[in-house]
């Protein structure tokens, strides 16, 4: 068995010994991670000859705030294990990375599985503030005026009562 083989047996053992849903495609592995305000992240884990790339998708290109929005993600770049925020030719957000295929191990797996589902989940309620203060705030009116539950809008209240997105956003 080669390097890149063996790293595809260590993540399929790995994600189901972790008990995450997973479809293997020729020498990819999806997982579908977890999360609290991302409700669920897509991660592909892709085995090539010499490395294996992480994909994840965390959020679509930004109605607005642009410069401010990828400022924050290069800056939260900087406190990433294993992935990095990217951008598409689409301006579609992503978590990417590449690690040495012979330093596959179950436990880096976890941590890189890990690091995914920690960053798209901890990013993603920041990413839509900035990014998308005016849908949100258009869907906030929009749902009172109907009457709709804004039960899964509540973390953006202070968007919908006028205030700016916060200056310091961790």
């Known amino acids: 068995m080669d390097t890149a ?24 592995i999806s997982v579908t991670l977890p999360g609290t305000r991302k409700l669920k ?15 994840a998708f965390v959020a679509r290109h930004p109605d607005e705030n642009h410069e401010r929005v990828y400022r924050w993600l ?7 294990y294993g992935v ?4 598409d030719r689409h301006g579609d957000i992503h978590l990417t990375g590449r690690v040495a295929v012979d330093s596959i191990t179950p436990a880096e797996v976890d941590r890189l599985l890990g690091s995914v589902a920690e ?4 990013a993603f309620n920041t ?12 869907e906030w009116e929009w749902r009172l005026s109907r009457g709709e539950s804004t039960a899964n809008l509540r973390a953006f209240r202070h968007l919908a009562e006028g205030r700016p997105p916060e200056e310091e956003l961790s």
Request: charge should be negative.
């Open 74 to 80: 290069l800056e939260h770049n900087l406190k990433t």
């Open 119 to 122: 960053t798209a989940d901890d």
């Open 5 to 28: 083989d063996r790293a595809l047996a260590v993540i399929v053992e790995t994600v189901t010994g972790l008990e995450l849903p997973w479809e293997k495609h020729d020498r990819t």
């Open 127 to 138: 990413i839509l503030e900035l990014g998308f203060t005016t849908s949100i705030r258009k």
């Open 41 to 55: 992240t897509e991660c592909a884990l892709v085995v090539g000859e010499y490395a294996v790339e992480v994909r």
């Open 84 to 87: 990095a925020f990217s951008v």
